[in-house]
């Protein structure tokens, strides 16, 4: 080999090598921080898996806020407008978190069929939905149709 | 009346930008010199018309005028004046006006300040940035005029702005962002106007660069204001969520660092010109690609506005060609271009390249991150999102990696050098860093952490490198005050943004391994301990706002007996819409922040959920954010670039 095809063999060898390791990096980081999302219709019919990390979304339903009175523990409800959910979370929760605003979870069921969220997110424009629970309703209202 | 006028100013402005972007460029294709010499009068007047119509909309919010549906939405008589006038930019239609704006400034400014440039280069390049401002002037005025009317009858007040917006970051954060963003604009113009014209040389990399920096350092300013602001607004600490439009700002961050790399390699050395015209191409197309996340609401994000499907498609086109032109014409044409030099292994062309490798392999990890959730939307395959982790496992590796190779490039001359003297330079700094970084976790944390010994030690050795480099400038020199004038300001530039990305990386490294942070219950008299800081509840009290009613409460902070200082962190509720709003307080310090929030009442406001956090190092987060953009704009007063000024304007006169 001449050292030029020498030094380009090097060359391909080398982004060879980087490409694959950055693609290796990239595909399990992927395969292992992506959240499913889940409407609360799919919660109650079993579809979520225990244990793992989900995301689940939904409007917070009337008077199911409730307040453990000695710690930060709330509980409440949240619903696509067909099935309900309940959803334990321990923290402060957001500013527009309240009634009938549309919410997004993260974190895990429990083996009792409850949401264990270590993170609700609320938007921060009150006419903004989120498109995952707009699109879940939709469906629901043209399946009612 | 006035409404009318902007909107009158918008559609002349429209038809300006139309004939800049016709005229100049057919001219320059026939030489045609009366056409040509067209464009600069005519970005000017766009720039004025533009100019007018922004007035008029800012006149009617100053003047509260409800009868404009834009105005009646993100305004209310009530608020002060400075964010009546911020709420300007506060929502989709003005901000996309303040868009159009900095589009035809950044033409004025390059119309004015471009003597030196050849006449047609110059007609090309405005002739572009026209036809860009065709694009979004005319999308202002298809899809979202900021200037509607509620007619016959309008609200009597205004609807508010929301009130995270009611905020100084809102008067700062959106338009330094635009500058970036619209900015690359101009490189992206240079880059077409090279290629059309076939000048593809290192004058086209001269006229290019001080353009470039700046648009990237006043995008670096932008996202690190919005990381300031997202941290003492949102309340909760955090400072980057990975958010898609914060992903949507990164990008054309990272290829616009790309970017100014690899044009200094094509200015001082005549090599990789087309990878630099690319990179041209792309940073702008990933600013577009950004305000399409932003517009078309596909992705759940807290900056999303409601949305408008049509928008979006709008943006789209826009998008596509934008991209399917400028990348068509960089294929017919790029081929022909010829590097001008050789360079060997060891050199400081091949280390930026290692650097332009790293930059773009992070953008296009982000840029996949970002838009996985749609792909998998797309195919059908369920709504998903990407976590932060990813991020934060994709990124920080190779961000460390650069690092490293940042500060071997210190060390590296152009062309060509030799190993030994590499090695010679460069021991010192790496023991030195190896060893403060070892010794660092357990002198602050009293304790061994793998992760600050990583970050501590690369982030040291990006500062000793350039330390050590900048002292063997003057092994030789007579005077230091010689040397120091002798050394030109893009090298002071360098070192200053070199240095802003090893204080930034501290600065993660030690808020991300050493933040406390703890979520309370607190009545009146508790007291919790954090970090050796004791926190003292003392109850709220209701104080008003020019719009809004807020618990205030008083919370002392004492460190061994010694007061520190008292915080008075605010729940507040807006008047008009009865939002609610966390108004966090903050003890700023350079090596650590003590930071209150107040969560809800409880028990009918008998104790509060309150979260309080101690954060180190939390600042040179933003302190080298800040370094990085002011190196970017030392490098503009270097003097080659108005050397070729004053002789270009003595050659017109």
Excluded at chain 1, 66 to 83: C, G, M, N, P, W
């Amino acid at each position: 080999m001449t050292p030029k095809r020498k030094k380009r063999l090097t060359i391909i060898l080398g982004l060879v090598f980087g490409t694959s390791l950055i693609v290796g990096l990239v595909m399990f980081s992927l395969s292992e921080n992506i959240n499913l999302f889940y409407s609360t219709s799919q919660i109650a019919n079993g579809e979520a898996p225990v244990g793992a990390r989900i995301r689940a979304g939904g409007m917070v339903v009337d008077n199911s806020i409730k307040r453990s009175t000695d710690s930060l523990k709330v509980q409440f409800a949240i619903t696509d407008y067909e099935k309900q959910v309940l959803v334990e979370f321990t923290g402060i929760l957001p500013d527009l978190f309240r009634e009938g605003q549309g919410i997004i979870a993260q974190g895990t069921m429990d083996a009792n069929g409850v949401f264990q969220a270590d993170e609700v997110l609320a938007k921060h424009d009150e006419n903004y939905m989120p498109p995952e629970i707009a699109e879940s309703m939709k469906k629901k209202q043209e399946a009612a149709q | 009346m006035t409404p009318e006028i902007g909107e009158f100013a918008l559609i002349i402005g429209l038809l300006l930008s139309v004939i800049l972007a016709v005229v100049p460029m057919v001219g320059a294709a026939t030489r045609n010199e009366m056409w040509m010499s067209f464009a600069k009068p005519l970005a000017l007047g766009q720039f004025l018309f533009m100019i007018i119509s922004f007035l008029c909309l800012g006149y009617a919010f100053a003047t509260d005028d409800f009868s404009v549906v834009y105005v009646a939405q993100h305004s209310n008589s009530q608020m002060p004046i400075q964010f009546k006038l911020s709420a300007i930019w506060g929502g989709h239609e003005g901000s996309l006006l303040l868009w159009a704006l900095i589009l035809c400034g950044w033409t004025f400014a390059v119309s004015r300040f471009s003597k030196a440039l050849p006449l047609d280069m110059l007609a090309r390049v405005l002739s572009i940035m026209g036809m860009v401002g065709t694009g979004f002037i005319s999308f202002l005025l298809i899809t979202s005029s900021p200037f509607a009317r509620y007619l016959p009858s309008y609200p009597a007040d205004g609807a508010d702005l929301n009130p995270l917006l009611q905020d100084f970051g809102l008067i700062v954060h959106p338009p330094m962002l635009y500058m970036g963003y619209v900015g690359f604009s101009v490189a992206f113009a240079f880059a077409l106007a090279a290629l059309l014209s076939g000048r593809m040389d290192a004058a086209w990399a001269r006229w290019s660069r001080p353009w470039t920096n700046i648009a990237w350092s006043f995008l670096g300013l932008g996202i690190t204001l919005g990381s300031w602001w997202a941290y003492y607004e949102l309340g909760w600490g955090g400072w980057w969520f990975w958010d898609p439009v914060e992903n949507a700002s990164l990008m054309p961050w990272l290829v616009g660092t790309a970017l100014v790399h690899s044009l200094a390699v094509t200015e001082k050395r005549g090599v990789f010109k087309s990878w630099t015209l690319l990179l041209a191409i792309f940073a702008f197309s990933l600013s577009l690609l950004g305000t399409f996340l932003v517009r078309s609401g596909v992705l759940t994000s807290v900056h999303a506005f409601a949305s408008d499907p049509e928008r979006g498609f709008f943006i789209l086109m826009l998008l596509a060609i934008t991209m399917g032109g400028s990348l068509t014409i960089y294929a017919l044409k790029a081929p022909s271009v010829k590097s001008e030099s050789s360079f060997s292994w060891l050199s400081r062309e091949v280390l930026l390249l290692v650097n332009n490798v790293f930059l773009t392999v992070m953008a296009v990890t982000v840029l996949l991150g970002t838009l996985y959730p749609l792909l998998i939307d797309a195919l059908g395959s369920g709504k998903i999102s990407v976590g932060p982790p990813y991020f934060n496992a994709v990124f920080v590796p190779i961000m460390g990696t650069m690092s490293i190779a940042m500060g071997i490039s210190i060390a590296v001359r152009w062309r060509e050098t030799s190993q030994e003297s590499v090695i010679k330079t460069l021991w010192l700094p790496a023991v030195v860093s190896l060893v403060i970084g070892l010794i660092f976790p357990f002198a602050y944390g009293g304790g061994f952490d793998f992760r600050v010994f990583l970050g501590m030690s690369v982030s040291l050795w990006v500062i000793s490198t350039v330390v050590r480099e900048f002292i063997s400038k003057f092994r030789n020199a007579t005077t230091i005050k010689t040397k120091l004038s002798q050394l030109s300001m893009s090298y002071y530039g360098m070192m200053v943004a070199h240095i802003g990305v090893a204080v930034t990386a501290i600065g993660i490294t030690l808020v991300s391994t050493y933040s406390e942070e703890r979520d309370m219950r607190m009545a009146k008299g508790d007291h919790v301990e954090l970090a050796g800081y004791l926190f003292t509840f003392e109850g709220t009290k209701v104080v008003k706002g020019p719009n809004y009613m807020a618990d205030q409460a008083t919370i002392v902070i004492t460190e061994d007996g010694q007061s520190v200082t008292t915080l008075h962190p605010e729940k507040r509720r807006y008047n008009v819409k009865r939002n609610m709003m966390t108004e966090a307080d903050i003890d700023a310090g350079l090596f650590r922040d003590l930071y209150v929030a107040l969560g809800e009442p409880l028990n009918n406001g008998e104790a509060w959920a309150v979260r309080v956090h101690y954060k180190p190092y939390v600042r040179w987060l933003w302190l080298g954010g800040i370094l990085m953009s002011l190196g970017g704009l030392l490098t503009v007063f270097d003097k080659r670039y108005r050397k070729k000024k004053t002789r270009g304007r003595v050659a017109n006169a």
